[in-house]
């Protein structure tokens, strides 16, 4: 299998935002999130926390986990969106959906 990187452009964000830890308290660097798989056909419930610098940062790191299973990504215990990552042939490419879409 052969690794491949991609530049995922940097979100604009509202004048307001600021990172947050997992307590949702803003901090200076690195937000934490976390992607929550739930229970189905495909695997076990799992979460994933790790820190990142931005939503599109989160979306890379996110990248080496479970394809083609929906996934919540929170910040700081708010929901941002669900996504699944989808592979068609050799191209990669992120399903984002808001986050009471139903799987």
Same mark, same amino acid.
């Given at each position: $299998?052969?690794?491949?990187?991609i ?6 964000l509202?004048?307001?935002?600021a990172?947050?830890?997992?307590? @949702?308290?803003?901090? %200076?660097?690195?937000?934490t999130?976390? *992607? ?7 695997? *076990?419930e ?6 990142? =610098? ?9 990248? @080496?986990?479970? @394809?083609?299973?929906?996934?919540l990504?929170m910040?700081?215990?708010?929901i *941002?969106?669900?996504l699944?990552?989808?592979?068609? @042939? %050799? ?9 009471? $879409? =139903?799987n």
């Amino acid at each position: $299998m052969t690794s491949r990187s991609i530049t995922l452009p940097t979100p604009t964000l509202p004048a307001n935002f600021a990172p947050c830890n997992a307590t @949702g308290t803003p901090t %200076s660097g690195l937000a934490t999130y976390t *992607l929550c798989y739930e229970d189905d056909c495909r695997g *076990l419930e799992k979460r994933v926390r790790f820190e990142a =610098a931005s939503a599109a940062t989160a979306l890379e790191i996110a990248r @080496g986990e479970a @394809g083609g299973r929906w996934a919540l990504l929170m910040c700081g215990g708010e929901i *941002l969106c669900r996504l699944e990552r989808e592979a068609v @042939g %050799s191209s990669e490419y992120w399903v984002v959906a808001p986050p009471q $879409m =139903a799987n």
